[in-house]
């Protein structure tokens, strides 16, 4: 234990570890997105958990499609979890692998439970940093831990209170040593035709001391269950081509092959703010995509194995110059 406390608390796991409890880091994000296909709904929430040198603080949000509702809040009273996914904020913001709750104002408030969990399998070594997540002090780790299950609740958004009966549900968690990359992309989506397809990903620019790339991570799952990771350089790389309407990305294993493309209009992006870890407030940071379109295809020995659209899916452009200039834009 003396010789793994100091090298997790640098961000880096070993093989098998446990990426969702916490890590210490400078920063530390949970999200979850709940999908109801029938209803054609998305509902969002997420907590980020900063270690400012004057002590923990969160960022917290609320967001909803259609009607592209977004409710934020700074709170000072916030920590992860010890074990296990998730982390609390005051009596507003309490979020883990059972029960998630948010009440942010009488229109911005979410409460369910979750069930019938698909989790990262614990047999897999890595978890979606693959081999990047032992490699200390890097400013993001990535990891998609939750692929599907099952949520029941009601969500408040705006004047309207949604039922949210066996809605489909996906979680992650973020960290790292320096807030959020400069630069970075990221989609997710359920809403398929079968119920327990789930696809995610996340790329952008990676930097450790005077360590720097940029890396493109997909995972799938298939209806059957079967569970794919593509991302390794030299392995299974992804190619990333990211426009202003138009992420394409192209992703290539011995035996696999994944073909994701996502579009959505610019003028229907919503501008989500990240946090500045010292100074203790949020900042506009990305452009997001709630009720997005994704389509997928998935080859085995070059045979189509399964394809899929949905037209619920989240799509991201992050980047503090970008989302900054769009909030001036739309402010003038």
């Keep these: 234990m003396r010789v793994t406390l100091p ?17 210490g880091v400078a920063m530390e994000g949970y999200f979850w997105r709940f999908t109801d296909a029938d209803a054609g709904r998305v509902v969002t929430a997420l907590i980020g958990v900063q270690q400012s040198s004057r002590g923990p603080w969160a960022l917290v949000g609320l967001g909803a499609h259609p009607g592209r509702f977004w409710r934020e809040a700074v709170l000072m009273d ?4 010890r074990r296990g996914p998730g982390a609390k904020a005051g009596s507003l913001f309490t979020g883990d692998d059972r029960h998630v709750m948010v009440d942010l104002a009488p229109d911005a408030r979410l409460d369910v439970t979750l069930s019938d969990l698909k989790l990262w399998p614990r047999t897999r070594p890595f978890g979606g940093s693959s081999l990047f997540q032992m490699i200390p002090k890097l400013n993001q780790y990535w990891h998609p831990w939750l ?41 997710q989506a359920q809403g398929f035709a079968e119920r327990d397809a789930c696809v995610a990903f996340a790329g952008g ?15 799938v799952r298939l209806p059957d269950g079967t569970l794919l990771r593509l991302g390794n350089p030299g392995t299974s790389p992804v190619h990333a081509t990211i426009g202003e309407e138009r992420w394409v990305l192209r992703g290539r294993s011995r035996f696999w092959e994944v073909e994701v493309e996502g579009y959505a209009p610019t003028a229907d992006a919503l501008v989500l703010p990240v946090p500045l870890v010292e100074e203790r407030r949020a900042a506009p940071g990305a452009l997001e995509h709630l009720g997005a379109t994704i389509s ?11 394809e899929g ?18 909030e001036r834009r739309r402010n003038t």
């Design 7 to 23: 090298y997790r608390s640098s961000g880096a796991d070993l093989p098998f570890g446990s990426l969702t409890s916490r890590h």
């Design 78 to 81: 916030a920590k992860s979890r």
């Design 147 to 187: 692929l599907g299950g099952r949520a029941n609740g009601t969500a408040t958004i705006g004047g309207e209170t949604w039922q949210l009966s066996d809605a489909q549900v996906y979680a992650e968690k973020n960290w790292g040593s320096d807030g959020f990359p400069k630069s970075w992309w990221w989609g």
């Design 205 to 219: 620019e990676v930097t450790a001391g005077p360590f720097r790339t940029k890396v493109t991570a997909v995972v």
């Design 296 to 306: 997928v295809k998935v080859r085995k020995h070059g045979r189509l194995v399964w």
């Design 309 to 326: 659209t949905s037209p619920l899916a989240g799509l991201e452009h992050g980047g503090l110059d970008r989302a900054a200039a769009e």
